[in-house]
């Protein structure tokens, strides 16, 4: 799996969007990249993934640069529970089967 | 939505007993998958399963065995606990079909061994 490198920590004002960025510059082209986050004793949840395309659903949008070197998630109107840490992961699909979750940003979101 | 259940969120259990772990998903999956997570260690993956009766061992197996009988319930057994499996244990599924499918997570289970 590439590896991705996110900052440590991040913080947020409540109601407006939250950009968190990823870099992955290694990848190769059959990785996806998949974002995460998890709250403090809870299980991590996933959020999104993409492959080249810009992708959104009812939790976040994913960028991705047409390098595919580098990512961002969008999480447009961060509320108090978007409070967690959060991993980006590039991987190949259903190979290797354990996910790295290196460290992740802490994002605290504030009122 | 995507459901992981898994049995207990907190467990006790003292050195020697032979600990169950269970879990269930609802989407129809075929891979499952059992982690543990500890501070400063992220996600060990302990077993996997791809099919019914079928498994796989992850990067850290010892102590630990699993059964499959049917597609939706994986469970994890300890087969003579220890204290230095206290840890925060974690269950995945995840669909072989579509495009990149992700690891869906149950809440965890944290298991204390006295």
């Known amino acids: 799996d590439a590896k991705t490198t996110q900052p440590t920590s991040m913080d947020c004002a409540e109601g407006r969007a939250a950009n968190l960025p990823c870099n992955h510059s290694?990848?190769?082209?059959?990785?996806?990249v998949y974002w995460y986050r998890q709250i403090h004793s809870q299980g991590p949840q996933y959020i999104i993934h993409g492959l080249k395309n810009n992708e959104t659903n009812e939790m976040a949008s994913l960028i991705i640069t047409e390098d595919r070197k580098s990512s961002t998630l969008i999480l447009p109107h961060a509320t108090l529970r978007d409070t967690a840490v959060y991993y980006c992961i590039v991987r190949v699909p259903n190979s290797g089967y354990a996910l790295n979750f290196g460290k992740g940003t802490s994002l605290l979101v504030t009122p | 939505d995507v459901k992981v259940t898994q049995s207990s969120r907190y467990l006790v259990k003292r050195t020697g007993e032979k600990v169950f772990l269970e879990c269930v998903q609802d989407?129809?999956?075929?891979?499952m998958f059992w982690y543990r997570q500890d501070p400063g260690l992220g996600l060990r993956l302990i077993y996997f399963?791809?099919?019914?009766?079928?498994?796989e061992k992850g990067d850290i197996p010892e102590g630990y065995s699993v059964s499959r009988e049917k597609k939706e319930r994986f469970s994890l057994i300890l087969e003579s606990a220890s204290t230095n499996q206290t840890s925060m244990y974690l269950c995945?599924?995840?669909?072989?079909?579509?495009?990149?499918?992700?690891?869906?997570f149950g809440d965890g289970t944290r298991l204390s061994i006295l």
């Open positions: 399963s791809y099919d019914v009766k079928m498994k």
């Open positions: 995945a599924s995840s669909s072989r079909e579509g495009r990149g499918q992700p690891q869906h």
């Open positions: 290694t990848i190769s082209g059959n990785e996806y």
């Open positions: 989407m129809d999956h075929e891979n």
